[in-house]
């Protein structure tokens, strides 16, 4: 099974934030979306999960096409994701913003809530169930907002920087919990992290895009080696 962008290009205001670009994820698989800032990561990011239509493109999962549905169909069918802002509802206690994610599929308050305690429990976080989403320090929205997507049986995740502001020990704990929600879920992940230590420790591939083309693809290995890597990270002169 896959997830499978193809020949994306996406304008704001006439301006290419995307031109030309493929990615596919497959199922069991850790894919690193990577670049500078400005190059069209999350935007790539919105196409994949329905919130952004490409001008020119399409995507398609398992090779059916998804022209012209909603992002909450792509939820739906297995494709969820995280964003950048967590976006809590800080009113809520944690449970509840997990409760929030799972009342779109039709269960009882009673079965959401034991399936809440059960991710945060997953996610090294269940005792602070009862506390309001406002209360949560950086690391932990992030964790509850991976939770929220869990709770909806992905079969594609995709992440948006969800190391932001993390340090390196929580880094690392991040690490080794998407290489078992990968094994846990079965499902695709595809990371979209600054990161590079996580990065390079926790993909198996990577996609580099600058100035929203792909410039380089292959192993973590491949793309260190690969000299448009080189000259977006470091400068023209390691061309």
């Known amino acids: 099974m896959e997830l499978c962008a193809s020949d994306i290009t996406v304008r704001f205001a006439g301006v ?9 994820l497959g199922r069991g698989e850790i894919l690193g979306l990577i670049g500078p800032n400005g190059a069209g990561k999350t ?3 919105n196409v994949l999960s ?19 549905r909603s992002e909450p169909w792509f939820a739906r069918n297995g494709v969820v994701r995280t964003f ?22 039709s269960i009882s308050r009673l079965s959401a809530r034991r399936r809440a305690a059960e991710l945060l429990d997953y996610m090294g976080i269940g005792g602070k169930a009862g506390l309001a989403g ?26 948006d920087e969800p190391a932001a502001g993390m340090n390196i020990g929580e880094a690392e704990d991040l690490s080794r919990l998407i290489q078992q929600i990968r094994r846990d879920f079965s499902c695709g992940v595809l990371l979209i992290e600054h990161n590079m230590a996580l990065v390079m420790n926790t993909c198996e591939r990577l996609h580099v895009m600058a100035s929203g083309k ?8 491949e793309v260190v080696a690969n000299q448009h890597f080189k000259s977006a990270y470091l400068g023209s002169e390691a061309a």
């Open 43 to 45: 935007t790539m990011v």
């Open 134 to 159: 406002g209360a949560l320090n950086y690391g932990d929205e992030r964790r509850v907002g991976i939770a929220r997507a869990l709770a909806l049986s992905p079969k594609f995740l995709l992440l």
């Open 214 to 221: 792909t410039i380089a693809t292959g192993t973590p290995d």
């Open 84 to 105: 950048q802002a967590v976006r809590l509802f800080r009113g809520l206690t944690v449970s509840e913003n997990i409760e929030a994610a799972l009342s779109s599929l």
């Open 16 to 24: 290419k934030a995307i031109e030309s670009v493929s990615v596919a």
């Open 50 to 68: 329905g919130f952004q239509r490409p001008h020119i493109g399409k995507v398609a999962i398992d090779g059916a096409g998804t022209q012209g």
